[in-house]
């Protein structure tokens, strides 16, 4: 699985485009970009990172191993310049609208697994649900859903 993710990657890095979007590469987005919003308190805890793996692991339905391991990738990948683009990018263009809002309401999950939302979090989601092609009410109607869950 892993192998096909790195060889999208790199076709759509290549080609400076968002890469084919494959279920394996929109996961790999989506694991991204909830990894860039976790590290924007520049305290990407452990929890943090147990909730990236369980949420990936929920919605994709992957097993722990296969959910760990998109998140290594996704962490790995994350740190590439530019990353944030590439996967921003493949949400973007790739996604269903309501598929965007997954990631979103994921996004959001994530930010508060810490059991405090960090303010740069918080600013750093709503920008991405901009960069991804959603609007503020998306984002507040995200975080609202994922306050009521908790």
């Known amino acids: ?3 096909r993710i790195i060889e999208a990657l790199k076709k759509g890095v ?5 890469p084919a979007a494959g279920a394996e590469v929109k996961r790999l987005a ?5 990894i860039e919003a976790a590290r924007r308190d520049n305290d990407f ?4 990172r147990a909730a990236i793996t369980r949420i990936v692991g929920e919605h994709f339905k992957l097993s722990t ?8 990738l996704a962490e790995q990948r ?3 310049p530019f990353g944030e683009t590439i996967f921003t990018r493949t949400v973007r263009d790739s996604f269903t609208p309501e598929e965007r809002k997954d990631v979103l309401r994921m996004m959001w999950e994530v930010a508060n697994a810490d059991g405090q939302l960090h ?3 918080g600013v750093m989601i709503e920008r991405l649900a901009v960069e991804i092609g959603l609007n503020k009410a ?3 109607s995200a975080r609202a859903e994922v306050t009521a869950k908790s």
């Open 1 to 3: 699985m892993l192998e």
């Open 14 to 18: 290549a080609k400076n485009a968002a």
């Open 30 to 34: 989506a694991a991204a970009l909830m």
């Open 45 to 48: 805890a452990d929890d943090e």
């Open 65 to 72: 191993d296969d959910a760990e391991a998109l998140v290594d």
């Open 78 to 80: 994350q740190k590439v």
């Open 119 to 121: 303010r740069l979090e």
């Open 138 to 140: 998306d984002s507040e």
